[in-house]
């Protein structure tokens, strides 16, 4: 009998390593999301700030200007610290992660049958 329960226990810990395995590569998936809309929103912020500072000139709206990109700054500051952050819980807490993602896609696909 000891066989047999060790035997679950092997394949329950091999189950949970894999499931582990794949919240990594899906948290790196979406670390690499994050990383892309982040920089697309920061190419598309500057390209605004620009066209506006060809259309209007002068120090009040360079002044303005300034103070934009050092709000988008502290926005990608901010959302880099969050990625970070969701990571590190997720590598804590591997067990509640997955049921959480289990329980986000579970929510998600009734959602869609809708």
């Given at each position: 009998?000891?066989?047999?329960?060790?035997?679950?226990?092997?394949?329950a810990k091999a189950a949970a390593d894999k499931s582990a395995q794949e919240?990594?590569?899906r948290?790196?998936?979406l670390r690499e999301e994050m990383e892309e809309i982040?920089?697309?929103?920061?190419?598309?912020?500057?390209?605004?700030?620009?066209?506006?500072?060809d259309v209007f000139s002068g120090s009040a709206v360079d002044?303005?200007?300034?103070?934009?990109?050092?709000?988008?700054?502290?926005?990608?500051?901010?959302?880099?610290a969050a990625e970070k952050k969701v990571v590190e819980t997720a590598r804590e807490?591997?067990?509640q992660t997955l049921l959480l993602a289990?329980?986000?896609?579970?929510?998600a696909s009734l959602l869609m049958r809708r």
């Open positions: 009998m000891s066989d047999t329960s060790s035997n679950a226990s092997k394949r919240l990594e590569a948290l790196e998936a982040k920089a697309s929103l920061g190419r598309k912020a500057e390209k605004k700030f620009d066209a506006l500072a002044d303005v200007m300034d103070e934009l990109r050092e709000m988008v700054s502290q926005i990608r500051e901010k959302a880099g807490n591997p067990v289990f329980g986000l896609g579970f929510l």
